[in-house]
Structure formats: structure tokens, C-alpha cells
T-cell receptor, first 117, second 111 residues
Framework: GAGVSQSPRYKVAKRGQDVALRCDPI?????LFWYQQALGQGPEFLTY????????KSGLPSDRFFAERPEGSVSTLKIQRTQQEDSAVYLC???????????????FGPGTRLTVL | QKEVEQDPGPLSVPEGAIVSLNCTYS??????FMWYRQYSRKGPELLMY????GNKEDGRFTAQVDKSSKYISLFIRDSQPSDSATYLC???????????FGTGTKLQVIP
């Protein structure tokens, strides 16, 4: 079956532009996560949805970052007025239920590599 | 200081060697411990998870957690060139979805 898909795979933006990154989770998965992975670093948590409810957005670095999942399936991460420090790979993951920890595997997409010039 | 510390490597070993990857963490509230493998330009994939202290074995892979010393290990036996990837340790608190990752260790297995 299909895994988590993300689009676009690569995005180049000029500083100050707005970008929108899309995530299609595995069908039927309740939970959806966004992570930011800088070069040579591990993923850093950004935000978490359970169905359409955004339950944790503590990792969003600034109010320029906004995420939504209006119908509880596809999610969009929007970055307004992009800055060079926003350059990173943005990973989306989904899991079947809302349970915690390793008992509920998070399946990752391939990521969107954002480069801000 | 990061909540999860991991030696970034790179680590280069000959095929067939035993590989030891390690992490330390600082938050006593962490209860679930995971190892992810990430190939270049791919998303991480879960290799193994353990709950609390102890060992867990899956084929050539063994995960070990020592909560008293806040130390996490992954051992790979009979390493193969296909094991060449970045290995990320990760942890989370029970009842909470946020996963905290280490920086990752890049492993190269040379044929």
C-alpha cells in the first residue's frame, strides 16, 4: 500500500516568499506530525495533529509557521516570509492511533527539501 | 544541552563487523526508546523500540536501554553494506506523542 507522500520533494524560495508544503498521510491514520531536519541533525518536532485537531504546536519556531489539517487527512505546513534559517528538510509522519511511544509506529514520508536563497 | 546526545560519527567498519551505536539522554520522564534508520534523501524508518530498561533482539539487531545511567545502545551483528545509513536514537514520554531524536550517527559498512 501507499506510504506517506509529500510534495513538492524540493522547493527553492527567495527570501521573503511564502511556501506551502503538503503531506498525504497513510489512509486511516489518526495522528500526523511535522518535523524539521537541518543538515547533519536529527528531526526536530514542530507540531502534532490528532484528526483535524492540532494538539501540540510547541515546536513551531515562530508565528511565520502555520500548519493545518482541516479534514483530518491531508495536512499543509505554511511558512510565511521565508528566511535563510528556514532551509531544511521538512518531514511528515503519520501513525494509526493516538497512542504514545513505540507502541504506535510513526511512518515518515521522504520529506520536502526547502532551500531559501 | 540537547535532551538526547548522540555521537554523529561518521563510523566506518568492514563488512561482518559488530557495530555499537550509543546515545545518552537527560530526561528521566522518557519511557519509550526507539532506533530509526535513515537512508540518504529518505525519511526515517523505525528499526526497533523498547519500553523502559532491558534488551530487545530482532535478527542481527539488539537494542539495549539502561535507565539507571540514561544510556541507549544499538548493536548490529554481521554488518552488511546495506546497513550503511544514518541511525537515529529517539525517545518519548509515555502518554505523549512528541518524539525527541538524537543527531544521528552516520554508518558506512565497507565490503
Amino acid at each position: 500500500g501507499a506510504g506517506v507522500s509529500q510534495s513538492p520533494r524540493y522547493k527553492v524560495a527567495k527570501r521573503g516568499q511564502d511556501v506551502a508544503l503538503r503531506c498525504d498521510p497513510i489512509s486511516g491514520h489518526v495522528s500526523l506530525f511535522w518535523y524539521q531536519q537541518a543538515l547533519g541533525q536529527g528531526p526536530e518536532f514542530l507540531t502534532y495533529f490528532q484528526n483535524e485537531a492540532q494538539l501540540d504546536k510547541s515546536g513551531l519556531p515562530s508565528d511565520r509557521f502555520f500548519a493545518e489539517r482541516p479534514e483530518g487527512s491531508v495536512s499543509t505546513l505554511k511558512i510565511q516570509r521565508t528566511q535563510q534559517e528556514d532551509s531544511a528538510v521538512y518531514l511528515c509522519a503519520s501513525s494509526l492511533s493516538g497512542l504514545a511511544g513505540g507502541t504506535d509506529t510513526q511512518y515518515f514520508g521522504p520529506g520536502t527539501r526547502l532551500t531559501v536563497l | 544541552q540537547k535532551e538526547v546526545e548522540q555521537d554523529p560519527g561518521p563510523l566506518s567498519v568492514p563488512e561482518g563487523a559488530i557495530v555499537s551505536l550509543n546515545c545518552t539522554y537527560s530526561n528521566s520522564a522518557f519511557q519509550y526508546f526507539m532506533w530509526y534508520r535513515q537512508y540518504s534523501r529518505k525519511g526515517p524508518e523505525l528499526l526497533m523500540y523498547t519500553y523502559s530498561s532491558g534488551n530487545k533482539e530482532d535478527g542481527r539487531f539488539t537494542a539495549q536501554v539502561d535507565k539507571s545511567s540514561k544510556y541507549i545502545s544499538l548493536f548490529i551483528r554481521d554488518s552488511q553494506p546495506s546497513d550503511s545509513a544514518t541511525y537515529l536514537c529517539a525517545t518519548t514520554r509515555g502518554g505523549y506523542q512528541k518524539v525527541t531524536f538524537g543527531t544521528g550517527t552516520k554508518l558506512q559498512v565497507i565490503p
